[in-house]
């Protein structure tokens, strides 16, 4: 299904989530991951097809469950078991599990479901998540939905079982808007696309006219802000995802970029280059008014917001070298929070709020890291030639970035990429893409 044709299905599409059974098992028995212990052994999980009446039922079933699996497995938390090994048929399994089976088998969790066809063409998709140890059901839920729509009932799925067993959102159901690049270095074509967080439902949203850099999308998943040379000139534009209607944010006399929504959509903050400077402005999306933030002969940069709106990181190469700050909303109480070796870049504030994410040039290698918003904690995640542009999932637990590697004198060799990791640095995953790709952003879970 193409993302033009999710993209239809969004505003209409409705999900009616219904419990059946959400047992609360002792304390003692709580199957949990620990999602922050390092280099963890992957909880074995069982997940069977979901079963159907007909054979297009269980056509549906089977790739329900097989995104699923392939959700959780790339979290790095879960290893779904081959189901070669099943003993128990995913038919019998709708009366009642046989632990014993999936205790054979070494399964710590166990998922079945069922797909049925409505009269009206809808698709009604059941789950249960079974404890195996406990030998009790933690949640039941079924959805309803649109044919078109049965790869997002199985990334919602995947997140009420992401969250029910480690105790944290998910985020599965979401998109990446990212910088699709094509061409030779020195004619090198950048369009926006999008695709959900696993590369399917892939969509070029720009043709490649005009080159666009820096996509974010706004707190609501349905709009896109970033920088395009249209004409020859750098503007910030707001592009709407379901219309594809974009409009520029406002005629600056200079070159405007790296812009970002506010957390309530209400406001967007850029960095504005004229007359030899580059500051921080934000612009209220309401009455088009903009009010600077930063005013220094400095190189100011990169801004993001605090997930509470009080606060905005941005780097700068004020004091002589490029940095990370932090201050307040209003453009007071600036103060510096890296002190490591190296330069820093491109902070971007954790959905969280508990980390600040960084790219960092040291020694001729890059290196994406986190850091408290102090700058205390300063961890390196991943390195190489160039590693750069990091992006939180909506959970902040898990990273995107890209990765470029070295190409030869003559520039052969070299290529671009998309990978995520997650906040241990145990987990990093190509993000496979039709073109070579840079400068990701990852959407809040879609409303």
């Known amino acids: 299904m193409s993302v033009s044709r999710v993209l239809q299905h969004f505003s209409a599409l409705f999900f009616a989530a219904v419990t059946l059974v959400a047992m609360a098992l002792p304390a003692a028995a709580e199957l949990r991951i620990?999602?922050?212990?390092?280099n963890m052994q992957p909880m074995p999980i069982a997940i069977t097809d979901f079963t159907g009446g007909s054979g297009r039922e269980a056509q549906y079933g089977a790739d329900i469950s097989r995104v699923i699996s392939a959700n959780l497995e790339r979290s790095g938390l879960f290893q779904p078991i081959d189901p070669r090994a099943f003993i128990q048929s995913a038919a019998s399994l709708e009366v009642q599990p046989r632990f014993a089976d999936w205790k054979l088998i070494n399964a710590q969790a166990l998922v079945n479901g069922r797909v049925e066809m409505l009269s009206d063409g809808r698709l009604r998709v059941e789950f249960r998540l079974w404890d195996v140890t406990a030998e009790q059901q933690m949640i039941g839920q079924a959805f309803t939905a649109t044919a078109e729509g049965w790869r997002r009932i199985a990334h919602i799925i995947s997140d009420a079982i992401y969250k029910r067993i480690t105790g944290e959102s998910g985020y599965f159901d979401t998109q990446i808007v990212y910088v699709a690049e094509t061409g030779p270095a020195d004619r090198r074509v950048k369009r926006l696309a999008i695709m959900d967080q696993d590369g399917e439902n892939h969509k070029f949203l720009t043709d490649g006219s005009d080159l666009v850099l820096t996509p974010r999308f706004s707190p609501t998943a349905r709009e896109i802000t970033y920088l395009s040379y249209y004409q020859g000139n750098p503007r910030v534009y707001v592009l709407q995802i379901d219309t594809a209607r974009r409009e520029v944010l406002g005629d600056f006399p200079g070159m405007t970029f790296a812009p970002r929504f506010s957390p309530d959509g209400n406001k967007v903050i850029m960095s504005l280059a004229k007359d030899g400077r580059t500051d921080i402005y934000e612009m209220d999306l309401r009455t088009r008014r903009s009010v600077q933030l930063t005013n220094h002969p400095a190189i100011d940069t990169s801004p993001s917001y605090s997930p509470d709106g009080t606060q905005i990181t941005f780097n700068s190469d004020r004091g002589g070298?490029?940095?990370?700050?932090?201050?307040?909303?209003?453009?007071?109480?600036v103060r510096r929070i890296s002190f490591g070796d190296g330069r820093y870049a491109t902070p971007v504030w954790s959905p969280r709020g508990d980390l600040i994410a960084f790219t960092k040039m040291k020694g001729g290698e890059f290196f994406v890291g986190v850091m408290r918003p102090d700058g205390s904690g300063e961890r390196l995640l991943t390195q190489g030639y160039l590693v750069e542009g990091p992006t939180?999932?909506?959970?902040?637990?898990?990273?995107?970035?890209?990765?470029?590697?070295?190409?030869?004198?003559?520039?052969?060799?070299?290529?671009?990429?998309?990978?995520?990791?997650?906040?241990?640095?145990?987990?990093?995953?190509q993000l496979v893409t039709p073109v070579e790709g840079s400068d990701p952003a990852w959407s809040p879970l879609i409303p």
């Not at 590697?405 to 987990?427: C, E, K, M, P, V």
């Open 392 to 429: 939180w999932a909506p959970n902040g637990r898990v990273l995107s970035f890209f990765r470029q590697t070295r190409a030869d004198a003559q520039g052969r060799g070299g290529s671009t990429r998309l990978y995520t990791i997650d906040l241990t640095g145990f987990n990093e995953r």
């Open 34 to 38: 620990d999602i922050t212990r390092g």
């Open 321 to 333: 070298a490029q940095q990370i700050y932090v201050m307040n909303a209003d453009g007071s109480n």
